[in-house]
């Protein structure tokens, strides 16, 4: 089966640049989306189509995916961003996430 | 703004069947989008259950789909998940959300507030 690989934890000094790989085989040929998940709470969609940021998502995050690693970027990281991160694809029709990455600021 | 809400069998037992109800507001389950169910083991990541469109077409998890059934009820505006033959494993927190057609790249952009089902006896 498909597998997202994420790192378990990535740490930003706050108002630096965070990045969170998504790796897969070939994931560039797949449409990535990216979901922050607080503490006690649903899961939020930040990142669609790779790239694509849905309404009310801050500028500060943006997504790419090229090769075998998609990318999640959150410039001038805030406190507020702390949260865990999962990305998503889907493959064979199946929708697959990867393990979450907690994000430390 | 579209709501979603599950309903909350709560605890069941093992070997029994668990049955959740997912309600839509302020949204048509006849228009766009397909829906889906995610669960969360407590303390670990997001696994998908399976997503239906309203016309009742679904695609499921391999490793769930000889327990798993979902349906639809548009006269309702609902959609619901049976899982079969329980066991302790499938204790976890429920998610539905709204989310995009096969390979679309829309993601699930409107979640419920999730409920707890535990197996137990």
């Known amino acids: 089966s498909y597998g997202l690989t994420q790192p378990p934890s990535v740490s930003v000094s706050p108002g630096q640049t965070a990045s969170i790989s998504c790796s897969a085989e070939k994931v560039e040929d797949k449409y990535v989306c990216w979901y922050q998940q607080k503490s006690g709470q649903s899961p939020v969609l930040v990142i669609y189509q790779n790239a694509k940021r849905p309404s009310g998502i801050p500028e500060r995050f943006s997504g790419s995916n090229s090769g075998n690693t998609a990318t999640l970027t959150i410039r001038g990281t805030q406190a507020m961003d702390e949260a865990d991160y999962y990305c998503q694809a889907w493959d064979s029709n199946t929708v697959v996430f990867g393990g979450g990455t907690t994000l430390t600021v | 703004q579209v709501q979603l809400q599950e309903s909350s069998p709560g605890l069941v037992k093992p070997s029994e069947t668990l049955s959740l109800t997912c309600s839509v507001s302020h949204y048509s389950i006849s228009s766009n989008y397909y829906w889906g169910w995610i669960r969360q083991t407590p303390g670990k990541g997001l696994e998908w259950i399976g997503s239906?469109?309203?016309?009742?077409?679904?695609y499921y998890n391999p490793s769930l789909r000889s327990r798993l059934t979902m349906s639809v009820d548009t006269s309702k505006n609902h959609f619901s998940l049976r899982l079969t033959s329980v066991t302790a494993a499938d204790t976890a927190v429920y998610f539905c959300a709204r989310g995009g057609n096969v390979g679309s790249g829309w993601g699930f952009d409107s979640w419920g507030q999730g409920v707890l089902v535990a197996v137990s006896s």
């Open positions: 239906l469109s309203h016309r009742g077409t679904t």
